[in-house]
């Protein structure tokens, strides 16, 4: 069975008459009757019942027919999809951020991103990396930007940039020389409760150094906490890039954690079975740009290490 077949097909169906149909198609009749019962002896039934006007469809040439100018459609359709450029492409890509890097970069992501793709609809969900691993899994969104992405058979994890955890303190706390893990057991915590990324990573540094941890509050928001230990409720571990704003402006402190260094990495997850679109490894690019940048500044540079290497950087 080849498409031309099914496109002759096509056209006999639609003119009801062999004949019509040739005539149509620039052939000769007898070759096209070929074809028709070439097509019949591969299906194993009837396709058309021939009458005193011509033909007519049976139930298996009905079905035959739906399906023939759908497969028709769809290569007429490929061309045009694969020269197709960014600006006249359509399509829908749904993607997930979390809090952080929304605020950093979502706005102008999204607005560079819609003038290369102005035909792609965009959906951005925000949310923590525990729940934007679900979305990923759920296909509810294309791809997630997550913190501490465990290493799961489902998921094709990337990992962007890696930071150091920070124990963020009240403006004018005393300050502190590089705090090690165990110094945290007698510091009043303020985390985020399981399965948390953050939180995973700090009860698995904890326990590997033997350390229990003293975990006052469980808050998931990060701005919420960051207004707790500005009001003296506590102390708590984020990460530098959540709290350099608020440093700057002296609204909070942050000691280093050393001996060893917690430090949280930042991935992009897709799932491993998916199929890679145009739009979804665009947004990627452009993520991936606008985040290096960052890192690459002054400001960042000391503390942030870029981990991406696309495929150009590979040589």
Not at 75 to 81: L, Q
Not at 173 to 181: D, E, G, K, V
Request: hydrophobic share 45%.
């Amino acid at each position: 069975m080849d498409i031309r077949e099914l496109r002759n097909f096509i056209h006999v169906a639609r003119a009801g008459s062999f004949s019509r149909a040739a005539s149509e198609l620039y052939i000769a009749q007898p070759a096209l009757s070929r074809q028709i019962a070439k097509l019949e002896s591969e299906i194993g039934l009837p396709l058309l019942v021939r009458h005193g006007r011509g033909v007519k469809l049976t139930e298996a040439g009905a079905r035959l027919l739906e399906r023939a100018e759908m497969i028709s459609h769809m290569v007429n359709d490929t061309g045009e999809h694969v020269r197709a450029s960014a600006s006249t492409e359509r399509g829908y890509l749904s993607v997930g951020l979390p809090p952080t890097i929304g605020s950093l970069i979502g706005a102008s992501l999204i607005r560079d991103f819609r003038e290369q793709w102005p035909g792609v609809l965009l959906h951005l969900r925000e949310g923590l990396s525990s729940s934007l691993q679900e979305w990923v899994l759920d296909k509810r969104v294309d791809l997630a930007v997550v913190y501490n992405q465990p290493l799961l058979e489902a998921f094709d994890v990337r990992p962007l940039f890696s930071e150091p955890m920070v124990l963020v303190a009240p403006p004018g706390s005393n300050a502190r020389p590089a705090l090690q893990i165990r110094d945290l057991a007698s510091i009043p915590l303020i985390l985020p409760g399981l399965p948390h990324s953050n939180r995973r990573l700090i009860e698995h540094a904890a326990i590997q150094h033997g350390v229990r941890l003293r975990v006052e509050l469980e808050v998931d928001s990060v701005a919420l906490t960051k207004q707790l230990v500005k009001s003296g409720a506590g102390y708590s571990l984020l990460t530098f890039v959540a709290v350099k704003n608020e440093v700057d402006r002296g609204e909070l402190m942050a000691h280093e954690i050393a001996r060893p260094a917690i430090r949280s990495t930042v991935a992009i997850t897709t799932l491993r079975e998916g199929q890679a679109s145009r739009q979804r490894e665009a947004w990627i690019n452009l993520l991936c740009e606008k985040l290096r940048e960052l890192t690459e500044s002054e400001e960042w540079r000391s503390e942030v290490t870029w981990l991406y290497q696309q495929a150009s950087d590979l040589g």
